[in-house]
Every structure is written in C-alpha cells, then in structure tokens.
C-alpha cells in the first residue's frame, strides 16, 4: 500500500466511502427529477391538428381538434389563399377571403367559428373552424366549392401548460 494512502484509518475510509456514495445519490436524485420533469412535460403535451371533411351528404369544413394530453392555448389561427397570408381581424376579412377563393358566388352561407388567441382548446375538443357547405348544397355546387379551396390551407400556433410553443404545418383540403 502507497505510503500517503496509510495515513487514512478505517474511519476515514468508512466517512469517503459514504461521501463518494451520497455524491451518487445526488446524482441519481438529479437524474430522476429530470426524466419526471420531462414526463410531466409530454403528459401534458397538447396535440392540434386539422381534419377536412369532404363529403357531399355531409358539407365540406376543417375541423380545429385536440388529439393531445393537455389544453391547448391557442395563440395564432393563420389563414393562407395561394400560400400568401390573410389577416383576419373581423367579419369583413372573412368576407374578402371568400371572395378571394371566389366561393361566395357558389355558397351563400359559410359558418365560421373565430376563435381568439389565449383561447383554450380542451383535450379530445372538437371545433368546426370553417364549414363551408353543408348536405343540401348541390354535388356539383359541393365539387365546385372543393375545387376552389385547393388554394386555401390555414395552421395554428399553440402553447402547452408549461408555456411551450407548438405550431402545426399548413393543411389544406386535398
């Protein structure tokens, strides 16, 4: 045994070996905090995406759902015509962006449910964000009007509980 290692007695080895453990502890304790950090984080990890109905018995809308966790807090519903954004910030921007897709001169009735940033989105929450035609639209009506929102897509940019951003890609009626 080295010299410098023999001035230590039983004690001292006893009182190392119990710092080298605790310094393990710590570390494990560190590491479990934050992999339950991290499972916190996804348990409440909200997850919107849009679903497009195209059905002449059943209209044509996008529908805004909560497939995630967690609430999620809307912040932006972004509108795009040709991929060039729209602001909506009243009922006479939901009016020009129609009659930029040119779908007022085939529908005469468009529900729109304008949803304001801060808004929550409940888990498993559905939301009609834009029906465009319902069941008693002609199919030839219903096909014209589906061929014109080839050109519109909308995506939307939304926080979890913990402040964390998420934003969806744009999605479109294909």
């Known amino acids: 045994m080295p010299e410098s290692l023999k001035i230590f007695e039983a004690s001292d080895w006893i009182a190392l070996a119990s710092v080298v453990i605790?310094?393990?502890?710590?570390?494990?304790?560190?590491?479990?905090?934050?992999?339950?950090?991290k499972h916190n984080r996804l348990s409440a990890k909200p997850y919107v995406d849009f679903s497009w109905v195209n059905k002449p018995l059943q209209g044509l809308r996008c529908e805004l759902k909560n497939?995630?966790?967690g609430p999620a807090f809307i912040s932006h519903i972004k509108f795009f015509v040709?991929?060039?954004?729209?602001?909506i910030k009243n009922r006479e921007c939901y009016k020009s962006l129609f009659e930029?897709?040119?779908i007022n001169e085939v529908v005469t009735?468009?529900?729109v449910s304008h949803i304001e940033p801060h808004s929550a989105l409940s888990v498993g929450h559905s939301d009609n964000l834009i029906v465009f035609c319902?069941?008693?639209?002609?199919e030839d009506d219903h096909k014209l009007v589906a061929s014109k929102l080839r050109r519109f897509s909308v995506q939307v940019e939304y926080k979890c509980i913990y402040g964390i951003i998420y934003k969806t890609s744009k999605s479109g009626l294909l």
């Open 134 to 138: 319902d069941s008693s639209i002609s």
């Open 22 to 37: 605790a310094l393990l502890v710590l570390g494990l304790t560190i590491w479990q905090g934050l992999q339950t950090r």
């Open 109 to 111: 009735k468009i529900e």
């Open 82 to 87: 040709d991929n060039n954004e729209v602001k």
């Open 67 to 69: 497939l995630g966790l």
């Open 100 to 102: 930029t897709l040119e």
